[in-house]
């Protein structure tokens, strides 16, 4: 099927499906990002007269304490890509073409970053337009509508309110491609302004030949005409014929042809229906996994109605009240009215399913949004949480089912779930997102290492560093290894290409595989050459990006930002002014004291990683200079070289707290609260208890009651 323009019905349409911004402002409180005045970040443990009570002391929760709330949050990209491939089957990407996202807390799924503007309106309409049209796409059909004013030409007549005046013999037309030669129905909106003694004569034109005539009796109310016309494929000139103009100024007697639009569709049956069952889907997977009918039934209420609400059931991701396809069927019934076809209806309708905020945000709702008392999430809220955490997409049948039955209204429920999706490919969500952000893979694609000083640096190397650390990662999803060892890990996953990077013999057959690096001077995340690329600048090593890294995203420590003022160091140097090393710039930089404060945090870290150039590869010596890898945390405990710091790293118990922090900030899409502690501390320790293993961390997050309940928002 043909997109077309539909002009006056689609600025219809905007006002139904376009509401959006403004529901989206009355449903979800003010601004649409705001709710997290009270989040929390910092280094310190919590003020034990700030925690609520009974939980200071470390005394157990007695049912929930303030599990929180949560703004709505719009599909990110990548959220919006996976849901419309498992909703609708489709290979289409159309958030590509989005506005990038904004992050928060180091993650793209926060909903206190997450605005929304008018071009997220056009750009989701243009996307549902294309999405349906894939479902909808009639095999060598054409079923195209034209408003005249706009979409329509002639050098005869002028725009007269919403249709156009043909006030001499001439023809209204646009070019046409027909795919296929036929039978052709033809049908105009039009009314006559009636003068002299014969009615107003009007035809449908092809090629600039009127083909077929017929008087036009309406006056001032249009009226449609229609005929059949025999067509061959190509290009074609079609439109709307005006025949016998009559003027007599003296009796100011004027007749003219007023056309509201075109209308093509086509090729018709031999009992001149269009959709006939000999005209067949271009997708028929797609076709009969949506449409409830046959093409050739596709006029067909019971069908219409069957068809939109399963699809409103799984796009909205619970189930829709009578009333809500109701409103649906009305945006097809007005279509129709407009004199488009029961095609184009269905297709408005669909695409208003599409662009719904129940579709597009992920929508939760509260008996007392405005109250603080805690209220548990429903089944298919739940299904909603866990699908997008775990998949970054809608739930599957098996996980709509489950809500159905009340499963996930227990723990128990939950933790099968949580399981069984564990296992599913669609799991791969959280190493590209998750993982992708939280570990910094995402930002190797960032990296502009500078080709003079890095020669050996190319787009195969960057393409190993990317894979090597998303299958690290995966490692911990797919098998039972303690999360610790992300940092105290020997063994990594390398091809050809990284193992002579590195040093090392390459894998047998030179893909990747699990390698030895021990020897190496390399163990965990903080040798792998694809994070200590994305920590450097384009010329060298950063020692305070990498040490700033480490703290925030491995300790959840943010050492905040420089004061006004303080200048980073010079990239152009005179050998007789300067140190000799990097770490002796460093140090000469942050004598002030202003800087010192922070930086005896931050370079200990990166000073234990200047062994790693700026791709990551092993060096002895900065500038001919021999490196000094050693290093003194404030707490006074020294190491030597990044072995000894990493053995320092894997035991603070700051490790895991964060590793569980970062989850629950993902999972929830928010920042943590002093209200979170108590939670966060008793699946740190659960989390301890079990190993440290993945996916029991992701099991005790998605069973804890701030992911299972909610609270409304105070009004002010």
Not at 215 to 239: F, I, M
Not at 294 to 302: F, H, I, R, T
Not at 462 to 473: I, L, Q, V
Not at 695 to 707: G, H, N, Q, R
């Amino acid at each position: 099927m043909k997109r077309v323009a539909l002009v006056d019905f689609s600025r219809r349409c905007r006002v139904l499906t376009g509401a959006l911004g403004a529901f989206i402002v009355a449903v979800s409180g003010p601004g649409c990002g705001s709710g997290h005045d009270d989040d929390w970040r910092g280094p310190d443990t919590l003020d034990t007269d700030t925690m609520p009570p009974d939980t200071a002391d470390g005394a157990p929760l007695d049912g929930p304490l303030d599990p929180g709330r949560v703004t709505w949050r719009r599909l990110n990209r990548d959220e919006y890509n996976r849901t419309v491939r498992d909703l609708l089957g489709t290979q289409q990407r159309p958030a590509d073409d989005f506005p990038s996202d904004d992050t928060g807390y180091g993650f793209d799924n926060i909903a206190e970053v997450m605005s929304i503007s008018p071009l997220h309106l056009e750009v989701y309409e243009r996307a549902a337009g294309s999405l349906v049209d894939e479902v909808l796409d009639l095999s060598a059909s054409i079923d195209a509508h034209f408003e005249a004013e706009f979409d329509l030409s002639s050098e005869i007549g002028g725009v007269t309110g919403e249709a156009y005046n043909l006030w001499s013999n001439g023809i209204l037309s646009t070019t046409l491609v027909i795919p296929e030669a036929g039978e052709y129905r033809f049908r105009a909106n039009l009314y006559g302004q009636q003068a002299g003694p014969e009615l107003v004569r009007a035809g449908f034109a092809v090629d600039g030949q009127t083909s077929v005539s017929f008087d036009v009796d309406a006056t001032n109310t249009p009226t449609t005409y229609e005929r059949v016309l025999t067509l061959t494929a190509g290009p074609h000139e079609v439109g709307v014929s005006f025949l016998n103009d009559f003027y007599d100024p003296a009796n100011e007697l004027d007749r003219n042809l007023i056309i509201d639009w075109l209308q093509v569709t086509g090729p018709v049956s031999s009992d001149g229906t269009f959709g006939a069952a000999s005209l067949l889907p271009e997708n028929p997977a797609l076709w009969s996994r949506h449409i409830r009918c046959s093409p050739a039934e596709v006029a067909d209420e019971l069908c219409a109605r069957a068809t939109l609400e399963d699809l409103a059931t799984k796009a909205w991701r619970r189930p829709v009240e009578p009333s809500q396809v109701d409103g649906l069927m009305a945006i097809r019934t007005a279509a129709i009215d407009e004199g488009l076809t029961p095609l184009q209806g269905l297709r408005y309708a669909m695409t208003a399913v599409l662009m719904s905020p129940r579709f597009v945000f992920r929508t939760e709702f509260l008996d007392a949004p405005l109250s603080e008392t805690v209220q548990a999430l429903d089944g298919f809220e739940i299904a909603t949480r866990l699908s997008y955490l775990l998949w970054s997409s809608m739930p599957d049948d098996t996980l709509f089912e489950a809500a159905r039955n009340g499963e996930l209204d227990t723990a128990a429920g939950i933790e099968a779930q949580v399981r069984r999706m564990l296992n599913d490919p669609k799991a791969v969500a959280l190493i590209d997102n998750f993982g992708g952000q939280w570990l910094y893979i995402r930002n190797i694609d960032n990296a502009i290492p500078d080709p003079w000083v890095y020669p050996d640096f190319d787009e195969d190397l960057r393409a190993s560093m990317r894979e090597e650390m998303r299958r690290f990662f995966a490692s911990f999803l797919e098998n039972d290894r303690s999360m610790l060892e992300l940092l105290t890990s020997s063994e990594s996953f390398i091809d050809e290409r990284l193992a002579s990077h590195y040093g090392v013999s390459p894998p047998l057959g030179g893909d990747f595989a699990s390698s030895s690096l021990s020897g190496t001077g390399r163990r965990g995340l903080l040798g792998q050459a694809g994070l200590l690329t994305a920590l450097s600048t384009p010329f060298r090593t950063s020692i305070v990006r990498r040490g700033r890294w480490v703290l925030n995203r491995l300790l959840c420590w943010d050492p905040g930002d420089p004061p006004p003022g303080v200048e980073g160091l010079i990239e152009t140097e005179e050998a007789t002014a300067e140190p000799k090393t990097l770490r002796e710039r460093m140090e000469q930089h942050y004598t002030d004291p202003v800087c010192a404060n922070c930086h005896k945090s931050l370079d200990p870290i990166g000073f234990a990683l200047e062994n790693f150039d700026g791709i990551g590869g092993w060096r002895d010596t900065d500038n001919g200079y021999e490196i000094d890898a050693s290093g003194q945390f404030p707490d006074g405990e020294t190491f030597d070289g990044s072995d000894e710091m990493i053995d320092l790293l894997a035991h603070d118990p700051r490790l895991p707290a964060c590793m569980v922090e970062q989850v629950f900030t993902y999972a929830l899409g928010r920042g943590v609260r002093r209200a979170d502690e108590p939670y966060l501390e008793m699946m740190t320790a659960a989390f301890a208890e079990r190993g440290y293993l993945f996916e029991e961390l992701m099991v005790l997050v998605a069973t804890s009651d701030p992911f299972r309940m909610r609270r409304g928002e105070v009004a002010q």
